[in-house]
């Protein structure tokens, strides 16, 4: 089965600082990856679809200066929360999508809590 | 975009056949039909995928109608690790094509003993 994780899978920071998370395809080349937040008790809200090799497309509302997005290889895409907050403090879980068909696979997710 | 709806939540008991439905109204012709299972702080898993008429894998079966204007998702003989939420997804199944891939508030399935 085609295998997706994320590093960290759960990270503490402070008030200010950035985080960087690691999204991987382990088994398969993936062409484009997405990345979600979720809140408690709600939904998985998309935040930018990630194409390797090109500039991620941000969803409405979602500052691209401060979730900044690299897919720099076709099984690597990282999401950096840049000066966070504590109210960037969220669920964050990435899938990526295989070529030729329409499955998402999902990573584990991140927790991040700042401080 | 092809928006979902499900029911928020359903309840159930072990060894029961679970009926999930979520309506597509505005499917378009190119788009699959994509259910998944979250549990708490993990991330959404693949439980199956279908176009038309019927899929079935070793988990759950999914049908849909002729005008895919809905779909079911049927997990057979429920336990309690089945209780998740699950979503169902549309989305556009050409390759390269401008998937924006959008969770509806999914359905929260309780399985009690």
């Known amino acids: 089965g085609a295998v997706v994780s994320q590093h960290p899978s759960r990270v503490i920071c402070k008030s200010g600082t950035s985080v960087k998370i690691e999204c991987r395809s382990l088994?398969?080349?993936?062409?484009?990856m997405f990345w979600y937040r979720q809140f408690p008790k709600q939904s998985l809200m998309l935040m930018a679809t990630?194409?390797?090799?090109?500039?991620?497309?941000?969803e409405q509302g979602v500052e691209k200066d401060k979730f900044l997005i690299n897919h720099a290889s076709l099984t690597l895409s990282t999401l950096t929360v840049t000066s966070a907050h504590p109210e960037d403090s969220s669920f964050y879980i990435c899938s990526a999508k295989r070529g030729g068909t329409d499955t998402q696979y999902f990573g584990p997710g991140t927790r991040l809590t700042v401080l | 975009l092809a928006k979902t709806t499900q029911p928020i939540s359903m309840d159930s008991y072990e060894g029961q056949e679970v009926n999930i439905t979520c309506s597509h109204n505005n499917i378009a012709t190119n788009d699959y039909i994509t259910w998944y299972q979250q549990f708490p702080s993990q991330g959404p898993r693949f439980i199956i995928q279908?176009?038309?008429t019927k899929v079935t894998n070793e988990v759950a079966s999914l049908f849909i109608p002729a005008d895919r204007k809905s779909s079911t998702l049927s997990l057979p003989r429920v336990s309690l690790s089945d209780t998740a939420v699950y979503y169902c997804l549309v989305g556009d199944g050409v390759t390269g094509g401008s998937y924006i891939p959008t969770f509806g508030r999914g359905t929260s399935l309780i399985v009690h003993p």
């Open positions: 088994d398969f080349q993936a062409t484009t």
């Open positions: 990630s194409n390797e090799g090109s500039k991620a497309t941000y």
């Open positions: 279908g176009y038309k």
